[in-house]
Structure formats: C-alpha cells, structure tokens
C-alpha cells in the first residue's frame, strides 16, 4: 500500500499478500485516478489528489522504500477559507528527462492548470510552486471569477493567455499533456475537451505564455 490509511476489517480474501509500504499510515486520498512518473530504474514518484480535493501529494518509491508523504500543492494553505468550493481533478504528468523537470497539469473549478517543479524531489520539504492558467476564465473578477481573483491575489498564478476571447469554461475532464521540441526548444501541448465536445490543442511555454489554440471537429463512422 502507498497512501491511505490500511483497510479496516483486512481481509486476506479481499488482499492477499498485502503489504503496507508506510512508515504511519497517511490521511485518506480521493477516489480519483493516481499519475505515476518513472525516472530512475526502479524508482517512481506518485502523485495522487489528497480528499477533499484540495491539495496534491505526492509519494517517491524506490524499490521496496517508500518517502514520507509531501506536498506539490495546497490550495487551503493558499486561499484558507475561500477554496471550500475548490475541487482538483484529473492529474497527468510528463517528465522532460533533458532538464530532468516534472511537468504536471490538472482540471479544477472549470479551468486547466499547468505547474512544473524539478524532479529531484528527495528533500523532504513541501514545493508549492506557481500554477498557470492554460484554459478556462481567465479574468480575475472577484464576483465572477473569485477563484482566479483570489489566486491573483496571493500571487499564486501566471495569467498569458495570448487570446483575449478566449476565457470559456472546461468540463470535467482529465487532458492529455506531451512534450515536443522545435530545434533548441521544448515545450509542452495540452490536449482536451471544450463545452461542444470537440478536442482542442494548446501550445504551453511554462510560466511565459499559452498560444495557439486548435480546435479539432470529431467526427463518427457507423
């Protein structure tokens, strides 16, 4: 076992074999759908969404040790008590070996974010780095948008979208995120849906700018 507390009555019908990777159990995850990187042989870090959807932890294996539990994000411990109706869903991650950075992207609230942090990851210290806005409402209006405004205001996001227009909510979703390269630059793709159902592509340079949407029409064959 990874992160959780150890199941309660642990029955060996229901988990032969089992094995409890942790020192002290952690706090109860989410029910969503951990993202695992790998970036040395046999070892792994393990992001996964805390419950109540608020944070996002992250553990590293290495063979058979598992690290204490530690934070990438906290959005209680940057908004208090305006994230109550925050919510963090759908975590992807891609690792840029060259750079040796962890890149990793997440929906919340009807926007995408973006965040990166480097993969040396072994200090046992929380790394809260800035988000940036890839997709979603992106005007910080603190009776329309207080989920940005508030961001903005305790300088916890980057706003660079190059498209004025472009401020349309996101549904729930879990996006696709790849790294490519234009001869000595690398950069990232996001990849979703948008409220019409149709696949839309953005081109990331972290922390400078988000252009160059795409939209793509998805067609059926019966």
């Known amino acids: 076992m990874i992160a959780g507390p150890t199941p309660n009555p642990l029955s060996s019908d229901f988990y032969p074999n089992f094995k409890n990777l942790q020192n002290a159990d952690s706090d109860p995850i989410a ?28 553990k590293i294996l290495d063979g058979n040790v598992l690290s204490e539990e530690r934070t990438v994000i906290d959005l209680n411990t940057i908004l208090g008590s305006s994230s109550s109706s925050i919510s963090i869903s759908g975590l992807t991650t891609v690792l ?27 200090f046992p210290v929380n790394i809260m780095p800035r988000l940036q806005l890839v997709a979603g409402n992106f005007i910080p209006d603190k009776a329309n948008n207080q989920f940005i405004y508030d961001l903005s205001q305790a300088g916890y996001v980057v706003l660079n979208n190059n498209d004025a227009d472009d401020n349309a909510d996101i549904p729930q979703q879990r996006l696709g995120l790849t790294l490519a390269s234009n001869y000595d630059n690398e950069y990232l793709i996001a990849w979703y849906k948008d409220t019409n159902n149709k696949i839309v592509s953005k081109t990331i340079y972290p922390y400078i700018t988000v252009f160059d949407k795409k939209v793509y029409e998805v067609f059926s064959q019966w």
């Open 96 to 122: 840029q070996k060259s750079s040796k950075i962890i890149h990793l992207a997440f929906w919340c609230n009807n926007k995408i974010f973006y965040l990166k942090f480097s993969s040396f990851t072994d």
């Open 31 to 58: 029910q969503t759908y951990p993202n695992i990187i790998g970036f040395e042989r046999n070892r792994f870090v393990i992001f996964y969404i805390a419950q109540g959807n608020k944070s996002i932890k992250y």
